[in-house]
């Protein structure tokens, strides 16, 4: 497969010419905040990038203030926080079931509360694990 690359040899040239958007200035400015808290430029240094990268007009521009940066790291979700979403989505769909069947029953106790606190008081424990694991995971120095 041809890439445009192909056909023309400046082809960085022409997509650092390429106007950018408010939010391409925005996620610039955060890969420099970032920076800047994990110690990498002064603060001084930040002032003076995060003008030139809110002020800049082209792809080039906006590049040549973060070129010197590490990359940022890209958050994935812990397997325990993919799992619990997939719990909570089922907790739902099943008491919705359980109410609807009270509702067509014409019951006067709301029975199913109780597998809503019974299931629930395991999904808060699941929360906890996943949210007390993530914590410690940004805690984690890097290696």
């Given at each position: 497969m041809r890439h445009a690359a192909d056909d023309h040899p400046d082809?960085?040239?022409?997509?650092?010419?390429?106007?950018?958007?408010?939010?391409?200035?925005?996620?610039?400015?955060?890969?420099?905040?970032?920076?800047?808290?994990a110690g990498v430029l002064s603060v001084t240094e930040l002032d003076w990038r995060l003008d030139r990268a809110l002020s800049a007009a082209t792809r080039g521009e906006l590049e040549f203030e973060l070129f010197d940066l590490p990359v940022p790291r890209r958050r994935r979700r812990s397997r325990l926080r993919r799992w619990l979403g997939s719990h909570v989505a089922t907790f739902v769909i099943v008491n919705t079931g359980l109410t609807a069947i009270w509702?067509?029953?014409?019951?006067?106790d709301f029975w199913p509360v109780w597998p809503m606190i019974g299931w629930g008081?395991?999904?808060?424990?699941?929360?906890?694990?996943?949210?007390?694991?993530?914590?410690?995971?940004?805690l984690r120095p890097d290696c």
């Amino acid at each position: 497969m041809r890439h445009a690359a192909d056909d023309h040899p400046d082809f960085a040239a022409l997509a650092s010419r390429v106007r950018v958007s408010d939010r391409d200035r925005e996620l610039a400015a955060r890969h420099l905040r970032d920076a800047a808290s994990a110690g990498v430029l002064s603060v001084t240094e930040l002032d003076w990038r995060l003008d030139r990268a809110l002020s800049a007009a082209t792809r080039g521009e906006l590049e040549f203030e973060l070129f010197d940066l590490p990359v940022p790291r890209r958050r994935r979700r812990s397997r325990l926080r993919r799992w619990l979403g997939s719990h909570v989505a089922t907790f739902v769909i099943v008491n919705t079931g359980l109410t609807a069947i009270w509702a067509a029953s014409g019951s006067h106790d709301f029975w199913p509360v109780w597998p809503m606190i019974g299931w629930g008081m395991v999904i808060a424990g699941h929360a906890y694990s996943a949210h007390s694991s993530q914590a410690s995971e940004d805690l984690r120095p890097d290696c």
